[in-house]
T-cell receptor, first 113, second 114 residues
Framework: DQQVKQNSPSLSVQEGRISILNCDYTNSMFDYFLWYKKYPAEGPTFLISISSIKDKNEDGRFTVFLNKSAKHLSLHIVPSQPGDSAVYFCAASADNYGQNFVFGPGTRLSVLP | DGGITQSPKYLFRKEGQNVTLSCEQNLNHDAMYWYRQDPGQGLRLIYYSQIVNDFQKGDIAEGYSVSREKKESFPLTVTSAQKNPTAFYLC?????????????FGEGSRLTVL
């Protein structure tokens, strides 16, 4: 049973528009969430995080929103650029010691010029 | 430059053979992790280690073994008992006990069993 779900395997967006990637989780003990970006044949790179005490965190073009009651978070990229084309993973942790994250299956974002 | 180095990047193995994937980090991180990625799936945790000479099984540890004799190194052995070893393997490290920190990943090792 997947504890972290990304129900859209892929998403295509026009350059300059907003990309919205969604993530749902089932474990109410999760209290820290991250987004990673991954290019083919490379390791994931950290993008942005949010803890459960917040409902929004912003870093440049990237904003993550957390809705704890709905167990849902989303990543907004504005404006989208062709270099944003990658697979995006959502990850969640309930671990007070260490960082044992549970990863979602990923969403492949294609930003079209 | 600080980072995580995985080797080899590509590896072919015959069925029945053990193979060891290397992971070295110079970030002075206490915690190290091994994940496996299969198409259409997220990263699944194989083993992790929070401190030298100690490690714990993750969600899919069967058929794998690890050691943590040095802080910098966390090699993963894929044994012949692993029924479906062809996958992309990712090593990561982080600051143990630091809630709020992220994991840093290596570039991955792709293992193909012939």
């Amino acid at each position: 049973d997947q504890q972290v779900k990304q129900n859209s395997p892929s998403l295509s967006v026009q350059e300059g528009r907003i990309s919205i990637l969604n993530c749902d989780y089932t474990n109410s003990m999760f209290d820290y969430f991250l987004w990673y970006k991954k290019y083919p044949a490379e390791g994931p790179t950290f993008l942005i995080s949010i803890s459960s005490i917040k409902d929004k965190n912003e870093d440049g073009r990237f904003t993550v929103f957390l809705n704890k009651s709905a167990k849902h978070l989303s990543l907004h990229i504005v404006p989208s650029q062709p270099g944003d084309s990658a697979v995006y993973f959502c990850a969640a942790s309930a671990d007070n010691y260490g960082q044992n994250f549970v990863f979602g299956p990923g969403t492949r974002l294609s930003v079209l010029p | 430059d600080g980072g995580i180095t995985q080797s080899p990047k590509y590896l072919f193995r015959k069925e029945g053979q053990n193979v060891t994937l290397s992971c070295e980090q110079n970030l002075n991180h206490d915690a190290m992790y091994w994940y496996r990625q299969d198409p259409g799936q997220g990263l699944r945790l194989i083993y992790y280690s929070q401190i030298v000479n100690d490690f714990q099984k993750g969600d899919i540890a069967e058929g794998y073994s690890v050691s943590r004799e040095k802080k910098e190194s966390f090699p993963l052995t894929v044994t012949s008992a692993q029924k479906n070893p062809t996958a992309f393997y990712l090593c990561a490290s982080g600051l143990a006990g630091d809630l709020g920190g992220e994991l840093f990943f290596g570039e991955g090792s792709r293992l193909t069993v012939l």
